[in-house]
């Protein structure tokens, strides 16, 4: 958290007393493993947050998976060595640390460095603007900088370590547990850091699936490990999370979306490149316009980027503390296209919680040359296309001396090469001037091979597709929503309330009896069998405390609704019904609640509309009803 | 799996080869990183399994969570060494391996055991059943042997190593995976290899939550993880797996249940531990009457074993093959009271699906001591009751010089030992007889103390709870569902079918236009969004393939209904229904498919009733419609 970004959080007046004490005591939150003394960076979602999580995630997959066909997999965590080396992860996985050398205790460079901005401004209250933004722009950075940089920019900003000493200079750590599979105890294995992997090397099998066709989008939902050097920040910054991903796979000479026009008009507040090195200003655009003008690279890119903001929406995300911030050109993967992180504004500052990155062709090429397995499509072209090509021509008898069992290995290659005369020209030509060349490995000469450059006309042509991967941090959202839907009420401070909708609340409605009658009692237990027989999860409170504090109770735990039942239940079978926001209640009869409920929860009607239909009672929570 | 088991499996004509092929082609379960060689028991859910697990894990938390009000968490994996060291697990939890000396190799010393046993039954097809049923006795506790006793039997059965050497003698080898938490690389942790542990540890804050309240249940779905050291059985041996864990707390002296009533009469088949060693055959007996009779220990188990029964039976597993097999003494953990194993038959045998254990107050006990923490409920007696305690009194001046900052802890375990005559005595009579005795590590002398005892009269007890665990291995479940689901259309071996009911059916229903007129497309698109939109996943297949081979892919995938749009849609907006399993048809009208299908996944209708509802179609499916 930077102190700009510190400054701006103030102005929501987030009281984080009495928030922690609400997310502890009501067990949304809380640390792991406490009775043994805790584990930095891990933390377990009791009963509210797992059923908000669950609503999260049910409402992720039906915004993504089912309404566009996605193809979802759950792959698993354990991951052997050779995937994560394929992919990059295992020497490049890795954030740079340094140790303070008397002590040996680790930290993250790229924090301290944050820190120490933070700091010097702090204690420089009349630093001109100029000289300000100057050290803001290397805090952008902090995270892009290389470890001969970072350790310049330690000693500039004059970082020492807790004991007084200078630091190490920065090295990498690499942020994958590791483990061993199997009892010999020679197999390396990692958790995986990210779930895309397990998506990408089943592509051939998703591919045949989709009966071949592209574009398609595979998803997953499922936990991610990173052996964070520090965690800090709470849930923003945790080793063990879950994380939502999707690969949408699509012809990289046409990255247009079929849907893109049902949210070009949508507007997004977005932090471009520029303006973080520039102005530090976000703008406000359509993504139709943002997409048109190249400030977001395709239609694809900026298709899911408009889809996350409306799922944030939908799940009750504050509008205004969202922003897209894109990568800087030294952030992103040297083979990435484009980048634009959802981040969420908390207590913490800004905070990276969806990426949404075009990562061309990268993952299937590196998974396809490491395995020697195809991972292309193929897609119909109309009029035929020509295209130039080599034919050739083995020496099978020599290849075979060459190569004993390998041969068709051998044969398998050049073939393959030889489909566009591009990728077999650097071949041919070598084999003209020197003889021979190597090709994975295996020596060519020769006379293995002849060839004649072509041309045909082709039907369809082949392609390894881009990839691009919208990846959710549940857990930073989860967190970041519990922030947004915290307040307390006007004139009570102690009077905490969560104003989750009704989508996501964990629980939907409480029902309460007005006093320990009976007969009122098996009111409410047919009320809440009702309820929860439509799968609507219900709270039932008959203790004997006041009516006020039963549904402040409810309030703290976000639940919409409250049903009480009351003398007068028993005289007409009408009840109240308690809407959590507003504080108003109107009464109607016990059948009409379950149907009513549902309508509100599948987002079908409103309170706005049921206060219309049905007459409002008058109530004071601290004493019970006064008047009507 | 036992040669016995394979025989009765047998009976039901498993076509393993079509079904294996089923589960690959429409990726149910796939070997996980196939590309890059596989890792042995990793396996991924592709599309329809992930739909059907989902499915599953949902009616789980219905039939479970929900309905009994569950207090329902997610704990972490990763775990530190001290959670598991306290559990039992670093010590314990391990299987007998031995090794090929010649080769390295990894064998389960119980498994060759067993395998041993099937051959020299299945080598001796004359052998006297007696003597089998000596050979099957020493089967069924193959895994509940010594090491020393192990060794003796695989000599006594002759069992050598693929190299032709005898094995080396068998050894415990922990099944957990390690790995290293933190950047220091100094904190050992595993991956948690059951989920209970997570619930233990937040014993505390879950009874707060509750209201302190017991009886009460936590539970959790998750992953867990063992390192098996050789996994075999596709996906019911497998080193990475989802659970779903129940600890129901309850006092020890009362292990009634409120709604045993509700399941009484459920008649379960029960394989207990006299018939193991003894009949080798089950009883189905009503669960009221297997607790009344002591063949289940309580209520609150035999409930969990009832319920256990109802949700495998609401998800659609075949009764016929359902068993509750009791643990043998020698399997059981010293500490339990009871255990009873839900097994189910596959192709692979009898395997244990879900546990069934009575924990006593062994878990609780164990992280209450490591961690000095007290884990207790309580509970109002009325009348009071009388107890004998210790009145004492500290010398504070001594506890200070002898204990200095630890004086508090020293004092807190002195007072709480005090509060029940039982727990004081042994420490009243070693200071009389030695004047000194150590308590949790601090030596106390006679001079720190005095007591006397004295009784009272108290309106609540405190106990630590017994722990009731329902524990369910769900990828066990649903590869066994898998089977049971998996048929062949009579007549046609090419034609399979899974016959998931609605509601765990990964796609509810197919919608297909009997052309490819964009008039009827236009209605297909119609009525899927309108399903969507209930939330019913639907599958579209506008494909030009003939109607019956489109019905042949929705039967491989197990959908249960299939909407057909044709011409006489286009004039009076009525379409076909075709119920998958006996391929009937009826005809009815377009907007009416929407709020049936409801009613039939919830539960509220079923397809007879849709039959005399609405006409029947005669349908010839390899050639479409042919006569009404």
């Not at 008898?397 to 990728?423: M, P, T």
């Amino acid at each position: 958290a930077t102190l700009q970004d510190k400054l701006q959080a103030g102005e929501t007046q987030f009281n984080r007393k009495s928030f922690d004490d609400l997310i502890l005591r009501k067990m949304f939150v809380i640390p792991s493993f406490e009775i043994h003394g805790g584990v930095k960076g891990l933390f377990d979602l009791g009963p509210p947050a797992c059923a908000l999580k669950a609503a999260m995630i049910d409402m992720w997959r039906k915004h993504f998976v089912l309404a566009e066909n996605m193809l979802e997999m759950e792959c698993t965590c354990l991951t052997p060595q050779v995937v994560l080396k394929t992919s990059g992860h295992v020497d490049r996985f890795t954030d740079l640390m340094v140790k303070d050398p008397a002590t040996g205790e680790c930290f993250r460079a790229d924090k301290l460095l944050e820190d120490a901005i933070d700091d010097l401004i702090e204690k420089n209250p009349t630093m001109p603007n100029a000289e300000k933004e100057e050290h803001l722009k290397i805090q952008r950075q902090a995270d892009a900088f290389s470890p001969t940089e970072l350790d310049e920019l330690l000693v500039k900003y004059n970082c020492k370590g807790p004991s007084g000493e200078a630091y190490s200079p920065s090295f990498p750590f690499n942020l994958m547990f590791q483990t061993s599979i199997g009892p010999e105890g020679t197999a390396v294995g990692y958790l995986r850091p990210e779930t895309a992997q397990g998506l990408f090397v089943n592509f051939r099998r998703l591919l045949d699936l989709n009966a071949g066709k592209t574009p398609f989008a595979a998803a997953q939902i499922g936990l991610g490990f990173r052996n964070e050097i520090a965690p800090r920040s709470g849930l923003l910054r945790v080793r063990e999370f879950c994380m939502g991903e999707i690969e949408h796979f699509v012809n990289p000479n046409d990255k247009s979306h079929p849907n893109f026009a049902s949210v070009a008009g949508k507007e997004l507040v977005l932090f471009g490149r520029d303006d973080q090195l520039g102005s530090g200003k976000t703008k406000t655009v359509a993504i139709g316009e943002a997409v048109k003008s190249g400030l977001v690279n395709n239609e694809t890119l900026g298709y899911f980027m408009a889809r996350t903001q409306l799922y944030m929406e939908k799940i009750g995300m504050d509008p205004k503390r969202l922003r897209f911030r894109q990568h800087l050109t030294t952030e992103m993967a040297h083979y990435a296209t484009d980048c634009w992180d959802l981040e969420i504004q908390s207590s913490y500052g800004w905070v990276e919680c969806v990426g949404h990155a075009d990562r061309a062709c990268y993952d299937l090429e590196v998974h396809s040359k490491a395995t020697k397995t195809p991972m292309v499509a193929t897609e119909k072209v109309d009029p035929p296309v020509g295209i130039e090509y080599a034919k050739i021509k083995f020496d099978r008898k020599l290849l075979g001396q060459a190569f004993k069992q390998d041969q068709r290995i051998v044969s398998g290659l050049l073939d393959g090469l030889a489909e566009d005369w591009k990728n077999f020209e650097p071949i041919a030509t070598a084999l003209d001037t020197d003889g021979k060349t190597t090709v994975d490995g295996f020596e060519i000469t020769k006379e293995m091979v002849s060839w004649t450059k072509s041309s045909k006309k082709v039907h369809e042509v082949k392609f390894t597709p881009s990839v691009i991967e919208p990846s959710f941090g549940m857990g930073r959202i989860l967190y970041s929503l519990l922030e947004h839907s915290f307040y307390t009420r006007e004139g009570d401070e102690q009077r905490t309330v969560m104003r989750f909708n009704p989508q996501v609340a964990p629980q939907k409605c409480a029902v309460f009896p007005i006093s320990s009658n009976a007969e009122c009692n098996a009111v409410v237990d047919e009320i809440a069998a009702d309820l929860m027989d439509s799968d609507l999860a219900t709270r039932v409170d008959k203790s004997s405390a006041a009516l006020g504090r039963r549904y402040a109770r409810t309030d703290e735990l976000g639940v919409p609704f409250a049903v009480t039942v009351d003398f007068e239940t028993l005289k007409d079978n009408t009840v109240t019904l308690r809407e959590r926001d507003s504080m108003k209640q109107v009464r109607l009869p016990k059948s009409e609640i379950t149907p009513l409920l549902m309508r509100i929860v599948h987002g079908k009607l409103n309170w706005d509309a049921v206060t219309k239909k049905y007459p409002l009672v008058q109530v004071d929570e601290g004493d019970g009803v006064v008047a009507e």
